[in-house]
């Protein structure tokens, strides 16, 4: 860990521990605060693929949104969803082998990353986000996903009428919130309390507990082909998560597991984009 990443975490851990002792519920507004603000963007110069697309604007929920739209108009679209703190621009490699396969390609970055505006974001924002994007610039069928954006395709696919005829591509996905939860609260280390309350904020925002923001229980309502690749190393969205959806045995889901890659390097993978080629 660097130097000012640690000093930024000794900040945040102090700051926490000081307001926990006024009140726990306003500490644990102010970690669900940090949980759901990316701490930095991707800010790289477009890829060259980027700098030749059609450039989308729009707004949602008062933020602005910066896309990219390649091959319009064509029958066949697909969707590229970025993980958190993350962007689009990390997804260059597919765009050239989608559109070789005749798709027309979307790309979007969510609000509060990249180029897009808004200062945080939360898995029910990002599904509402992906809803938008359907209802607007579909009728989209095929999907490839990162880690929260999987988590957010999975609760946008529940309220989503589809069919076996559509094709989503998990890569990594953000599983299980609760290990997600877990991690943020060892890593600030707040203390028992404030954790409940953390856990009520959630499930008062939209009535549901925060087990419920989990791909594994949205996958028994989802009907798509889903291609789903997962690393036994990934430390962020681990494995251990993943194993339950296996062992459901829904036909509709294929499993590829690498060992190695990590959560990041996966999506970069050669024979990953090879792979998601051959399945979309």
Known sequence: M?????????YVRTQLALLSKISKRKAAQKALELFTTPPTRVSKELPPVFQKAEVIHFVFQGVKIVGYRWNHPQQKKV?????FESSVVNFDKYVGPLLKKGYEVLAFDAPAHGKSGGKIINAVDYKN????????????TSFVSHSYGGLALSLALEETPHDESWKVVFI???T??????KQFFSLVRLDGEVKSEFEK???EANGKPLSWYSVARAAAHIRAQVLFLQDKQDLQTPYSDVEPIIK?????FRFVIS???GHRRIYKDASTIETIMAFL
Do not use: C, M, R, W
């Open 79 to 83: 969707l590229i969803l970025h993980g």
């Open 201 to 203: 904020l959630i499930e």
């Open 172 to 174: 990594a996905p953000a």
């Open 129 to 140: 986000f992906i809803l938008h994007i359907l209802a607007t610039y579909g009728p989209i």
């Open 259 to 261: 060992d190695g890659l």
């Open 2 to 10: 660097g130097l000012v990443k640690q000093i930024t975490i000794g």
């Open 176 to 181: 299980e919130s609760v290990t997600a939860t």
């Open 248 to 252: 459901k045995g829904y036909p509709n």
